[in-house]
């Protein structure tokens, strides 16, 4: 997916994609060479959807998170998962009040705007699970009783590629919950180069306020922007194009387990974004194959012999964009 600078159609929209545009200038105020992770984030706001970030630690996963949080001024928590955590340490728990002999609803960190699920598959299934509703109902339900969370709502959750033992693989039905799967790799060597030369000069993760981060976009704003991404027009043609992507990885002989329909509609709605951020008021078979990657490589199951062969979720979605015709 590319980062090239936004271009503009309509005064509106170019205001509003400007303003984004001044997010990402924003976070790369603490956060060097991370841009495609913050467009792609930017992305899941304009969708209301969640993502999975994925890399080694120590490439600015949860420092990414927090500068975006500043950026729009947004609150947010972070939540450490261990083997120990239970569900009501994350959806909050009925407390009982000595003085009033009644319980009263204790509010866990899922109440904020973005939730960032630190080692997601470090706690187990039922844990895990506790997300579930949160995810995609935005609310909790205690004791019967449904409450909503905060608008806008985004899990931005973590998990290292490294360090296996210990931890439970988020199941299929969970994945396919998060809008997308962004891969954070390690920096360049001039891109190390500046962390370190900041660092040397007195930067601090955790003031970013000193860094010089500021809020640059209000949720208004960002509300404004979803609303025009939902009127990017998509052609019979390019749908037909989704859905023969999506339906291609079902037959590859390399998967176990293809897209789903879920997954063809996040398809539709992160290409979307892409084509607004781009300036162009409806969506091209490039802007599906700019999201392609993201958005479907953790809705698919390789089959153990494929995996023993070193086939990759990203080198069968190749072969699937290859194979499937694009429409003219």
């Given at each position: 997916?590319?980062?090239?600078?936004f271009?503009?159609?309509?005064?509106?929209?170019?205001?509003?994609?400007?303003?984004?545009?001044?997010?990402?200038?924003?976070?790369?105020?603490?956060?060097?060479?991370?841009?495609a992770?913050?467009?792609?984030?930017?992305?899941?706001?304009?969708?209301?959807?969640?993502?999975?970030?994925?890399?080694?630690?120590?490439?600015?996963?949860?420092?990414?998170?927090?500068?975006?949080?500043?950026?729009?001024?947004?609150?947010?928590?972070?939540?450490?998962?261990?083997?120990?955590?239970?569900?009501?340490?994350?959806?909050?728990?009925?407390?009982?009040?000595?003085?009033?002999?009644?319980?009263?609803f204790?509010?866990?960190?899922?109440?904020?705007?973005?939730?960032?699920?630190?080692?997601?598959?470090?706690?187990?299934?039922?844990?895990?699970?506790?997300?579930?509703?949160?995810?995609?109902e935005?609310?909790?339900?205690?004791?019967?009783?449904?409450?909503?969370?905060?608008?806008?709502?985004?899990?931005?959750?973590?998990q290292?590629?490294?360090?296996?033992?210990?931890?439970?693989?988020?199941?299929?039905?969970q994945?396919?919950?998060?809008?997308?799967k962004?891969?954070?790799?390690?920096?360049?060597?001039?891109?190390?180069i500046?962390?370190?030369?900041?660092?040397?000069?007195?930067?601090?993760?955790?003031?970013?306020?000193?860094?010089?981060?500021?809020?640059?976009?209000?949720?208004?704003?960002?509300?404004?922007?979803?609303?025009?991404?939902?009127?990017?027009?998509?052609s019979?043609?390019?749908?037909?194009?989704?859905?023969?992507?999506?339906?291609?990885?079902?037959?590859?002989?390399?998967?176990?387990?293809?897209?789903?329909?879920?997954?063809?509609?996040?398809l539709?709605?992160?290409?979307?974004?892409?084509?607004?951020l781009?300036?162009r008021?409806?969506?091209?078979?490039?802007?599906?194959?700019?999201?392609?990657?993201?958005?479907?490589?953790?809705?698919?199951?390789?089959?153990?012999e494929?995996?023993?062969?070193?086939?990759?979720?990203?080198?069968?979605?190749?072969?699937?964009?290859?194979?499937?015709?694009?429409?003219?």
């Amino acid at each position: 997916m590319s980062t090239s600078e936004f271009t503009t159609v309509s005064p509106s929209g170019a205001a509003l994609r400007s303003t984004l545009a001044a997010v990402r200038a924003e976070v790369a105020k603490g956060v060097v060479g991370q841009d495609a992770a913050v467009t792609s984030l930017l992305i899941a706001l304009l969708c209301r959807g969640h993502v999975l970030l994925e890399g080694v630690p120590g490439v600015a996963k949860t420092l990414l998170v927090r500068t975006l949080a500043a950026s729009l001024a947004l609150d947010t928590k972070r939540v450490q998962f261990t083997p120990d955590l239970m569900p009501g340490d994350i959806t909050g728990s009925l407390v009982y009040d000595a003085r009033t002999s009644e319980f009263s609803f204790r509010e866990g960190p899922v109440f904020t705007n973005l939730l960032l699920a630190d080692e997601i598959n470090r706690t187990p299934p039922k844990t895990q699970a506790s997300l579930l509703e949160a995810m995609e109902e935005r609310q909790v339900s205690v004791d019967g009783t449904p409450r909503l969370l905060p608008d806008p709502f985004l899990v931005i959750a973590t998990q290292n590629p490294v360090e296996y033992e210990g931890t439970y693989p988020l199941p299929e039905a969970q994945l396919d919950r998060f809008l997308l799967k962004v891969l954070l790799p390690l920096p360049e060597r001039d891109q190390e180069i500046e962390v370190i030369a900041r660092h040397a000069a007195g930067f601090n993760p955790r003031d970013l306020a000193a860094a010089g981060v500021r809020p640059v976009a209000t949720v208004a704003e960002l509300e404004q922007a979803r609303t025009e991404v939902a009127t990017v027009q998509v052609s019979r043609e390019v749908l037909g194009y989704i859905v023969d992507v999506c339906r291609a990885t079902r037959h590859s002989p390399s998967l176990s387990l293809g897209v789903s329909p879920r997954g063809a509609t996040a398809l539709l709605a992160t290409s979307r974004a892409w084509a607004w951020l781009s300036g162009r008021p409806f969506v091209t078979p490039d802007d599906v194959k700019a999201l392609a990657h993201p958005t479907l490589r953790h809705r698919v199951q390789l089959r153990p012999e494929a995996e023993l062969e070193g086939v990759s979720a990203e080198s069968v979605l190749n072969t699937v964009l290859a194979s499937v015709p694009v429409p003219r």
